[in-house]
């Protein structure tokens, strides 16, 4: 399951990530990371049994933690199935089945959301 | 001979008792290579095709009727798309690719048009000049598709035998009309029906022609005669197709965009070929696998782009090809689900006896190609204006040295180079001022070492394109061993353009 995890810059120094997973033994992949000046933004990816723990270890240390069920929103009613989504997405949500019909395995999604931009009908968007 | 011959007449009693036989294009290769091409001609009556893809080419004739007072429109705006009305007073044309005035590419022509299908209200405004026949000079009125007295679906250019296919060599993403094309050759984008394309099952115009019935976004549209561009000596025929919107239906065309190009329609159109003979059967028996296309590097801005590979619609199709020796993903950009659904309506509307096929009224040409345009005068080139007299520096010297050269020289901008002459990185008199406040001491630590480099014969348009995409205002021109032969910069594009007038507007600065 995909966590969003925003850190408040008083936060920054510490190797919090890291602690949460010594402590946890989870094997944590980190989707994504932004840090600024103001705040870190992180999005990562946690084995299943381990998510409650690892939320809540964050949480404790003034971490917020955010569930994210949804990745990104797919328009199906838009969708024409071209699949110009396929080849611009680096985790590969995007496929064809055998008639050519557009399916999304979308656990895999980082929300880069380089296929917004290549979707020509505007049938998907980021969600917030 | 014993060759089975048909004529479209005995095909049409067929579709009007019902016995006809007819499959979808995709099928017949499998057909022809059971019964063989004369089985196959006598068991099929007619093969249909279909494609859904971008065709900018696309745009639709308007009648609005007459206002009281009329109006003689001289510029008019659906939705804020303007339509074009160098015709009479309540004609225009409004193009799919026409982008909206205030939204830009996320609204045009080809939303337009879906919109009006979709039976949704549309506001037009319109001006004119005045005349004694046309006295008024503005009206601002909401319409629907019932409202017009016609609305005639006229597409200069549209089903692309086969289409080369794009990729990117660059170092930065690019967005064009082929879609988002990634950095470094990582993704490959196609469009194009492949087997269903109805001008690679006929590719000879035995059959389509001026005349010829189709299937146009749902409701009968006609082949008008060649499509603009109509390039058959190359495998790259077009069509020119005409057929009511009133007619049609929105779930056969879709307004689009591609991101940082503009918009355009989705068309979804079909054409039944009848099998009158075992070499139609023969022709229509056409694979993916034979079906063979260009791969084209679109780092490269020039009407020449150079060709990166050949490829199958079969490699495409596969999701992956080869790309100097790595996998590289690929994807379409037209619908092969919609592509089929279109072939599969055109199937059962003949089945029912709705759509009967039509003989052409005259043959499409089969010798045309496509000739780039004619230009008067030549755009200038990178070596018709570099400064060649430029100081380089070595990539061992010291922050002081390169600062001196910069006092000395004038020039913001100097080439760093290794000890065999060949550019290594630039330096800046930003990078300089950077280096002193930071107390770096060679040269090395601070120059920008992925150099934007211009060629001699490269045309000026395309080095301002690469100082605006890039944010610089100067870069070095090198020779093929990577050895500094010149400089451009945007002082010197400036100077340029104050002396030669007739330059401006190409130049845009």
Request: proline share 4%.
């Amino acid at each position: 399951m995909k966590l969003l995890l925003r850190f408040p810059s008083y936060l920054h120094e510490e190797p919090y990530t890291a602690e949460v997973i010594l402590e946890t033994g989870a094997k944590i992949n980190i989707d994504r990371a932004n840090v600024d000046a103001v705040r870190g933004e992180l999005i990562i990816d946690v084995p299943r049994d381990n998510v409650e723990r690892v939320a809540s270890l964050f949480r404790e240390k003034g971490v917020e933690v955010r569930k994210l069920m949804k990745l990104i929103a797919w328009d199906e009613a838009r969708c024409i199935h071209c699949g110009a989504c396929i080849s611009v997405c680096p985790t590969s949500v995007f496929k064809f089945d055998t008639s050519w019909n557009v399916y999304l395995e979308e656990e895999k999604c980082i929300r880069c959301e380089v296929c917004v931009k290549a979707c020509p009908l505007g049938a998907l968007a980021g969600v917030e | 001979m014993a060759e089975t011959e048909k004529s479209i007449e005995e095909i049409n009693e067929r579709i009007e008792d019902g016995s006809v036989r007819v499959v979808t294009a995709d099928r017949m290769s499998e057909i022809v290579s059971e019964l063989g091409a004369e089985g196959a001609a006598k068991e099929v009556d007619v093969v249909t095709t279909g494609t859904f893809g971008p065709m900018c080419s696309s745009g639709v004739f308007i009648n609005f009727g007459h206002a009281d007072p009329p109006i003689k429109m001289q510029r008019v705006w659906l939705n804020d798309v303007e339509a074009y009305t160098g015709i009479a007073a309540v004609d225009a044309y409004l193009g799919a690719a026409q982008l909206s005035e205030d939204k830009g590419t996320e609204y045009g022509g080809g939303y337009v048009i879906e919109d009006l299908v979709a039976g949704k209200p549309i506001e037009i405004k319109a001006i004119g000049y005045g005349t004694d026949c046309y006295p008024r000079k503005e009206i601002e009125t909401t319409i629907t598709l019932d409202d017009l007295n016609q609305a005639v679906m006229l597409n200069p250019r549209n089903a692309y035998q086969r289409y080369a296919s794009a990729t990117n060599s660059t170092d930065r993403a690019l967005y064009t009309y082929m879609g988002t094309l990634l950095p470094n050759y990582r993704n490959v984008n196609y469009s194009g029906a492949g087997t269903l394309s109805p001008l690679f099952n006929d590719p000879d115009f035995e059959t389509i022609g001026a005349g010829t019935r189709i299937f146009l976004c749902g409701a009968k549209g006609y082949v008008v005669g060649m499509g603009t561009q109509h390039d058959p000596v190359n495998s790259f025929g077009t069509l020119m197709v005409a057929g009511n919107l009133k007619e049609m239906s929105v779930g056969f065309l879709k307004g689009a965009t591609f991101y940082g190009y503009g918009v355009t329609l989705y068309v979804g159109l079909g054409i039944p070929i009848p099998v009158l003979n075992e070499g139609i059967a023969k022709k229509t028996a056409i694979r993916d696998a034979d079906i063979v296309t260009e791969v084209l590097d679109y780092g490269v801005c020039r009407r020449e782009r150079p060709v990166v590979r050949e490829v199958t619609y079969e490699e495409l199709k596969s999701g992956v090809i080869e790309i100097e020796g790595k996998e590289v993903p690929t994807s379409p950009l037209s619908s092969f689900y919609m592509a089929k659904k279109v072939a599969e309506e055109l199937t059962s509307k003949i089945e029912r006896g709705e759509f009967f096929l039509s003989q052409p009224v005259e043959r499409l040409p089969g010798d045309t190609v496509f000739k780039p345009m004619k230009e008067k005068k030549g755009l200038p080139l990178v070596k018709d204006m570099m400064i060649r007299e430029v100081k380089t520096i070595s990539e061992r010297a010291s922050i002081a040295e390169a600062a001196k050269l910069i006092m000395e020289t004038q020039s913001t901008h100097i080439p760093v180079i290794s000890g065999d002459e060949k550019l290594v990185g630039i330096v800046t008199a930003w990078d300089i001022s950077t280096a002193v406040a930071k107390r770096h001491e060679g040269l090395a630590e601070i120059m920008t070492r992925k150099v934007i480099t211009a060629d001699l014969e490269e045309p000026l348009e395309l080095v301002i394109r690469k100082l605006e995409s890039y944010n610089i205002s100067a870069l070095p021109v090198t020779d093929e061993t990577k050895k500094v032969i010149g400089m451009v910069t945007s002082d010197e594009i400036s100077k340029l353009v104050g002396k030669r007038k007739r330059w401006q507007w190409k130049l845009r600065i």
